[in-house]
T-cell receptor, first 115, second 109 residues
């Protein structure tokens, strides 16, 4: 199994809703990442988890709350989002974040629309 | 902080060769990665250069000059399926990836 899966593929939510994005990998990777990508823009790093611990938070607003319940699973909890948060949310994983030749593998993303 | 510059768009015909340049300014450089992303798809890893020189993977090659803070991706024998966006990304401590703005490659028959 060499892929990162993400659910749901599409999500539409109101500004008062609470929803969660899910990411899963079974490659034994110990680092997992959340990125946000707006249309025609590059991915922007949001969070990094290493060995199930949050290691990097790129000053992301608290309405985005990440969670790593185990080494295969990464969640992103969403609450009170704004329309400008509409974007493609990408999950990635890599073997570790310590190797100098580490490669990040991306999931297909969740396309989020906030009304 | 990090900043990367790459051309916004390149158009070429099938069978041609395309070179996408990437210049960067960064603190704490580990290497330069290249990703391909088709419309509506996920970024797919193409290559990684940690040291100066050329890395070849099939039709795609990537080059890095650390002293010039410069790299490029070379796409050879272009095919229609190569129409996509290509991102360079610098890798810094903590395996952080910072992406360039992306180059949209359009391959025409």
């Amino acid at each position: 199994d060499t892929e990162v899966t993400q659910t749901p593929k599409h999500l539409v939510m109101g500004m008062t809703n609470k929803k969660s994005l899910k990411c899963e990998q079974h490659m034994g990777h110990r680092a997992m990442y959340w990125y946000k990508q707006k249309a025609k823009k590059p991915p922007e790093l949001m969070f990094v988890y290493s060995y199930e611990k949050l290691s990097i938070n790129e000053s992301v607003p608290s309405r985005f709350s990440p969670e790593c319940p185990n080494s295969s699973l990464l969640n992103l909890h969403l609450h009170a989002l704004q329309p400008e948060d509409s974007a493609l949310y990408l999950c990635a994983s890599s073997p570790t974040k310590r190797s100098s030749t580490d490669t990040q593998y991306f999931g297909p993303g969740t396309r989020l629309t906030v009304l | 902080g990090q900043s990367l510059e790459q051309p916004s768009e390149v158009t070429a015909v099938e069978g041609a060769i395309v070179q996408i340049n990437c210049t960067y300014q960064t603190s704490g450089f580990y290497g330069l990665s290249w990703y391909q992303q088709h419309d509506g798809g996920a970024p797919t890893f193409l290559s990684y250069n940690a040291l100066d020189g050329l890395e070849e993977t099939g039709r795609f090659s990537s080059f890095l000059s650390r002293s010039d803070s410069y790299g490029y991706l070379l796409l050879q024998e272009l095919q229609m399926k190569d129409s996509a966006s290509y991102f360079c990304a610098v890798r810094t401590a903590g395996n952080k990836l910072t992406f360039g703005g992306g180059t949209r490659v359009l391959v025409k028959p």
